[in-house]
């Protein structure tokens, strides 16, 4: 496993190895309740992934090599599609360089 900036860490809503082999599953769901059903899990997110796993120094969970999404999808080979929509920062990060 690559070394990687894990952000805050902490108690994770799974064990962490059972989320290293099915995050992808927990989102793929919670991405179709949401666009089909209009239900949104405050539990399961991808924005509360971002608010625990984003770096103290940058806010982001994919803007280095350390990243805590980019180090683990690298060492698999998987490309990571989620921030092609998705903001890889904290909400309170982006709020704050995007106040006017």
């Given amino acids: 496993m690559p070394k990687r900036d894990i952000g805050k860490g902490g108690q994770c809503v799974e064990d962490p190895q059972w989320m290293r082999k099915n995050h992808m599953h927990l989102l793929k769901h919670q991405r179709d309740e949401t666009l089909r059903k209009g239900i949104r899990d405050e539990k399961i997110s991808l924005k509360n992934c971002i608010e625990c796993h984003a770096s103290a120094s940058d806010d982001s969970a ?34 704050q360089r995007n106040a006017k």
């Avoid at 803007?63 to 890889?88: L, N, P, Q, T």
């Fill in 62 to 95: 994919i803007a280095r090599d350390d990243s805590f999404c980019v180090a683990c999808h690298r060492y698999e080979a998987v490309k990571i599609d989620c921030f092609e929509c998705h903001s890889g920062i904290r909400k309170s990060a982006w709020l």
